[in-house]
């Protein structure tokens, strides 16, 4: 098992520019979030989904946007990229609600 | 709404002190659980703990222990004879049912330990 991927590890983006950080998990795991990580403030969640289908706002989703068309995938998009968005994005799944999460190796994301 | 205080943001220790990383959390939960991470220089997050709230027993694993008490709403992470290998960012993180997130965890903002050698 890979457990959860993610891509890219870096990023450089120029402001306004569009992307779109991918996430796979190969565990069967229903639970995924997005997660940023900006220092002194731990890990944030920005959006997550309980299963396929279905998607959710987590604490600070402006900017962000994702959908889960599988269990296994569930891509982080962002619109129009901004300044305030350099920080380091980490995916996560679980096997169910309060389950441990296992998370993906990271993506540093510098906007300039 | 729920909160997850770590008020030491780093800690400094030599080789083989003992350690103790706080966390306090605000929760209207009943239910509810309680989790360590670790995250080395290298980056990646590591599961340490998992407990829940009905669950006040102390746990020891090797030199780690933790110590959950409801009374004062803490979660303390203790290493006893700090190595080298234990320099990392340590998060302390919360979830339960009224956290109208699915259960995705609260984190606190995180405790660097330094081992010195």
């Known amino acids: 098992n890979a457990g959860v991927t993610q891509t890219p590890k870096f990023q450089v983006l120029k402001t306004g520019q569009s992307m779109t950080l991918q996430c796979a998990q190969d565990?069967?795991?229903?639970?995924m979030s997005w997660y940023r990580q900006d220092p002194g403030m731990g890990l944030r969640l920005i959006h997550y989904s309980v299963g396929a289908g279905i998607t959710d706002q987590g604490e600070v989703p402006n900017g962000y946007n994702v959908s889960r068309s599988t269990t296994e995938d569930f891509p982080l998009r962002l619109l129009s990229a901004a300044p305030s968005q350099t920080s380091v994005y980490f995916c996560?799944?679980?096997?169910?609600?309060?389950?441990?999460?296992?998370f993906g190796n990271g993506t540093r994301l510098t906007v300039t | 709404a729920q909160k997850v205080t770590q008020a030491q943001t780093e800690i400094s220790v030599v080789e083989k002190e003992d350690v103790t990383l706080d966390c306090v959390y605000e929760?209207?939960?009943?239910?509810?659980?309680l989790f360590w991470y670790k995250q080395p220089p290298s980056g990646e997050l590591v599961f340490l703990i998992r407990r829940n709230s009905f669950d006040e027993q102390n746990e020891i694993s090797g030199r780690y222990s933790w110590n959950f008490q409801k009374s004062t709403s803490s979660f303390n992470f203790t290493i006893t004879a700090s190595q080298v290998v234990d320099s990392a960012v340590y998060f302390c993180a919360l979830s339960g049912p009224n956290n109208n997130a699915g259960n995705m965890l609260t984190f606190g903002g995180g405790t660097r330990l330094m081992v010195k050698p």
């Open positions: 929760t209207r939960d009943t239910t509810y659980y």
């Open positions: 565990m069967n795991h229903e639970y």
């Open positions: 996560a799944s679980s096997f169910r609600a309060n389950s441990p999460l296992h």
